[in-house]
């Protein structure tokens, strides 16, 4: 558990060939990221960048509320 109560998800709960991305993120100079959602409840996202470094874990709810919140434009400037 991380200190939020939440279960930690390591990185290699996201099987390689699970990593999907935009389809125009190659004319953007890899500034992407990368989804996973071959983990059965859980999301994994990561930066094209660095696919060895971190990835942030969420439940299939909390990233189902994140699109929905893109979706309504609540992030946008």
Do not use: H, I, Q, Y
């Not at 660095?50 to 893109?70: H, K, M, N, Q, Y």
Request: charged fraction near 25%.
């Amino acid at each position: 558990m991380n200190r939020t109560g939440k279960p930690v998800v390591g990185e290699a709960a996201f099987p390689e060939s699970g990593w999907r991305t935009p389809a125009d993120c190659s004319g953007k100079g890899g500034d992407c990221v990368a989804v996973n959602l071959e983990n059965s409840g859980w999301v994994g996202v990561r930066d094209t960048k660095r696919p060895d470094g971190p990835v942030l874990s969420f439940t299939d709810d909390e990233w189902t509320s994140f699109v929905a919140a893109v979706g309504r434009g609540e992030f946008s400037r």
